[in-house]
């Protein structure tokens, strides 16, 4: 019999969608929630007032005013905008700026300031403002009064504004954001980059993030549901408080379903400024559990009451699911193997920088999802709620990261700075916030930290966060795995995370300390391409690195051999694959990151000879800044790369892709290598009618199939693929005519009018067939009628310094990429256009309702 180490069971989780609550039983009282938590919320983006000060976007500088933050200060002259914003985003880019991150101006400091009224009517009332993210050095007055700082720009906090509201008058809130201060090895953004909310409620009330639901027993038949609710009395006198919770189905219309349990009401009495945590249970028959094909949501709604008075409605959704973590059978999901198929990805979103948007993130986990891809890394730091509230619905696991170093920095000014005062808050506020999502699955203490052979503080961490949360494992990136098995600080940790190095693996399974802890590969590849870019006998060229998915880092490796290495090891988790997506900033191998020596702390040989091509480089000043890491490239366009995963983690679906492209004319008879990504296991290739032979995948060896010896021939490459035998799936490439006219077609036909959500909109440079045409980089004009506006236009190439606001792009490999969003408030029709010199123009239309 193998024994199974059980690490985890039964987990439910929170998020924040919109829903319509009733308050109580007896008043049947519906109102909106725009988020989880207290039903009175509202948003706070709008209206707000900007001005920068510090360094300029030109490389300037301008000081600081006294008093800024006064309620008399005049600033009658400054920028108005919404939330979420990134400062640093409009550039321009930079040449003389760091490629790691962006080449973009990001360093300033930043003030904003907001006007607004509390009504007379919430006299008495508990006033916070909720941030979920403002980067970086948040310091924030209300009224002039100082109200308190949370420098992490990861970090969602809460801030009581009680003591110095006025209320029935105008109040001015201010903030002061400070990146000069704060350093980063990619692009972080810069700003109120993350939404805000305003949350008022009755001093007897939930506390901030105060629930706490898991599923300690799980079957098809029933499941127990605990709930722990905190509740604050934060009046002056003593309490008697009764508490009950309902649960409800999550529609899929983001309201309440069924009634499908209640938990016995309880009472506390609570002394004045005191806290207290209740906790209950039930029995939820026949639960419709959380899972990856099916993510069925539940709704807690707990209800506080004072003499019968109700004080506080607090909603919470959560799914019932179980979770096992095995050091040979591997990870289990409700009682199933689930091998991990996953994508790091850092926070920013391309063209619209790091400022949150759901719409644009949705998209980007559609893109991965149609791979393959089951979960996500945060990497290397805590994500905007909005990624967790996507993943719970849309049936992603989440590796939910703290940080990228503890007490010894990899930059000067980065978070070891604020380790020793704030790594126990911000754990506290990543945990307590992420706890009850079911989509999260693994925490994260750090990645690739200098200290990871420490013991003593891995153990330190580690206890921080099963204290808040004992229910999901703990683990850490280690890229000295070795290092940190041999000093024993693995040994604190429920998982074991290996950065790239898999090498001594057997070993490490055979030592006692290790044999029954679990291993995943929590970054992988690094294999780096341009979207369309062949070279022939080289891999790199004209700052672009070639789509033949065979360039990495000294470190890395390709994907076919890290899932040779996931084969030979079955017992493995699976894998994190570093990138799923491009992002601004770390442009690996045209940059100079130092930090990238890291990877070879105990290999001087290696560490040597990179530091050799980093002087060089830095040299050179290259124009990228954006990465080449991704499996999709910054526009959202996938790279040949995205078909070879699709091809290895999707092995059901009937896919074949070709590369290169067929427009060769240079290369008439000379070789073109062709290679074919297939979830079958035979394929035989044809040019012009003419089979050039057939070849079959050796398992777990082959991962894609090679015509090394093909011949250019302008015309048409087939492939025909088999699978146990019968045709599969087939694939085409055609020599294309010249350029003709352009192409628009959008993600989204119809979008809302809310100013926020989003269309993405694809442009191709198609010949008169309306074959995308590649190697083709004319400059584009878009232009927008109707009642919406262009917020972004990208093209995927790493090194175009063309403003992402400007709406001239060139093509990059005959493609491009607008996004158009609503005028707040407006009906009709948005239609864009795309035009180009001697082009045939095209249009594209959008509804906004």
């Known amino acids: 019999m193998i024994r199974k180490t059980r ?38 983006d709008k209206e707000w007032l900007f001005m920068r000060y510090g360094l300029q976007p030109d490389g300037s500088r301008v000081e600081e005013p006294k008093d800024l933050e006064s309620i008399t200060y005049s600033d009658a002259n400054w920028q108005r905008l919404d939330l979420p914003h990134d400062w640093a985003i409009t550039g321009p880019f930079r040449i003389d700026l760091a490629g790691e991150t962006g080449k973009l101006p990001w360093k300033g400091i930043g003030w904003y ?8 009517e919430d006299a008495g009332k508990k006033i916070f403002i909720d941030f979920d993210g403002a980067m970086a050095n948040a310091e924030i007055w209300l009224n002039g009064k100082y109200v308190g700082t949370w420098p992490y720009g990861y970090s969602s906090f809460r801030m009581d504004l009680s003591p110095f509201v006025l209320i ?4 001015v809130i201010a903030v002061k954001l400070n990146t000069e201060k704060w350093d980063s090895r990619w692009y972080p953004g810069a700003g109120i980059y993350r939404h ?10 939930v506390a901030h993030w105060g629930t706490t639901i898991t599923t300690p027993e799980v079957t098809d038949h029933s499941a127990i549901v605990k709930v722990k609710v905190k509740v604050d009395n934060q009046q002056n006198n003593t309490v008697k408080a009764d508490v009950q919770t309902v649960i409800y189905e999550f529609a899929e219309n983001k309201t309440l379903g069924s009634k499908v349990a209640a938990l016995k009401p309880l009472s506390i009495t609570l002394e004045a400024g005191a806290s207290a945590e209740l906790e209950a249970q039930v029995n939820l028959n026949n639960p419709k559990r959380w899972d990856l094909e099916k993510p069925n949501l539940y709704v807690a709604q707990t209800i506080i009451s004072v003499n019968g008075k109700l004080t506080d409605t607090y909603s919470t959704s959560f799914g019932v699911r179980t979770i096992q973590f095995t050091a040979r059978d591997g990870f289990l999901l409700n009682g199933k193997r689930v091998q991990i ?11 619209l920088g790091a400022a949150i948007n759901t719409s644009a993130l949705r998209r980007q986990l559609v893109i991965l999802k149609n791979m393959g891809c089951n979960s996500l890394r945060t990497s290397h730091n805590p994500p905007a709620p909005e990624l967790l509230e996507l993943a719970d619905e849309m049936g992603f696991l989440v590796w939910d990261e703290a940080f990228d170093c503890w007490k010894r920095g990899k930059k000067k000014n980065d978070y070891n700075k604020l380790f020793d005062q704030w790594h126990e808050k911000d754990l506290n506020a990543l945990v307590q916030r992420d706890r009850n999502h079911p989509s999260v699955f693994i925490w994260s203490i750090g990645n690739e930290v200098m200290d990871q052979r420490d013991v003593a503080l891995t153990k330190h961490l580690v206890d921080i966060v099963h204290r808040e949360d004992p229910t999901r494992p703990v683990s850490n990136g280690y890229n000295d795995p070795d290092g940190g098995r041999e000093s024993g600080a693995v040994v604190a940790l429920d998982i074991m995370g290996v950065n790239y190095f898999f090498n001594q693996q057997p070993k490490w399974d055979a030592d006692l300390r290790y044999a029954k802890k679990p291993t995943i590969g929590s970054e992988t590849s690094s294999c780096v391409s341009s979207r369309g870019e062949y070279f022939f006998g080289k891999e790199y060229k004209n700052w672009q690195i070639t789509s033949y998915d065979s360039a990495k880092p000294g470190w890395g490796c390709s994907p076919d051999e890290q899932f040779r290495t996931n084969a030979k090891y079955p017992h493995l988790l699976g894998e994190y694959v570093w990138t799923g997506f491009d992002y601004l900033g770390e442009p690996t191998p045209y940059g100079s990151d130092e930090t990238n020596l890291l ?6 040989s290696k560490k040597e000879e990179l530091k050799k091509k980093l002087e060089e480089m830095q040299k050179s000043n290259p124009p990228s800044r954006s990465s080449y890491f991704g499996i999709v490239d910054l526009a959202g366009f996938p790279k040949d790369r995205y078909y070879l995963y699709q091809s290895h983690w999707r092995p059901d679906y009937p896919m074949a892709h070709i590369l290169p492209h067929w427009n060769w004319n240079e290369r008439i ?11 079958g296991d035979e394929a035989e290739l044809f040019l012009n009618g003419k089979s050039l032979g057939r070849k079959s995948k050796k398992e777990n060896q082959d991962f894609r199939l090679v015509w090394n010896d093909v011949k250019y021939n302008p015309g048409e490459l087939k492939v025909v693929t088999y699978k146990n035998g019968k045709k599969w799936a087939t694939d085409v490439v055609k020599t294309t005519g010249e350029p003709a006219k352009l192409a628009l077609s959008s993600n989204r036909k119809q979008i809302a009018n809310d100013g926020q959500d989003l269309a993405f909109i694809t442009l191709q440079v198609q010949d008169k067939n309306g074959l995308t045409v590649p190697r083709t980089q004319p400059e584009i004009h878009f232009e927008i009628e109707g009642p919406g506006e262009i917020v972004g236009t990208d093209n995927g190439d790493a090194t175009s310094f063309e403003s992402f606001q400007s709406p001239n792009k060139h093509a990059f490999n005959g493609m491009a990429l607008v996004i158009v969003k609503a005028k707040p408030g407006l009906k009709g029709n948005i239609v864009v256009k795309a035009s180009s010199n001697n082009l045939t123009s095209s249009r594209a239309n959008v509804v906004v309702q």
Request: overall charge positive; charged content about 15%.
């Open 113 to 120: 300031r907001k006007h607004f009224v509390v009504p007379s």
């Open 599 to 604: 990877n070879f702390r105990n290999d001087p």
């Open 341 to 351: 198929q996953g994508t790091c990805n850092h926070h920013d979103l391309g063209a």
């Open 7 to 44: 690490i985890v069971t039964g987990v439910i989780a929170a998020i924040a969608l919109r829903i319509i609550v009733p308050l109580s039983a007896a008043a049947q009282v519906n109102k909106s929630m725009v988020r989880m938590g207290s039903s009175d919320v509202q948003s706070f």
């Open 196 to 205: 805000t909310w305003l949350v008022k409620t009755d001093p007897v009330h």
């Open 168 to 171: 029935g008058k105008e109040n």
């Open 669 to 679: 008879d000379s070789i073109t290598p062709v290679h074919v990504y297939t979830s």
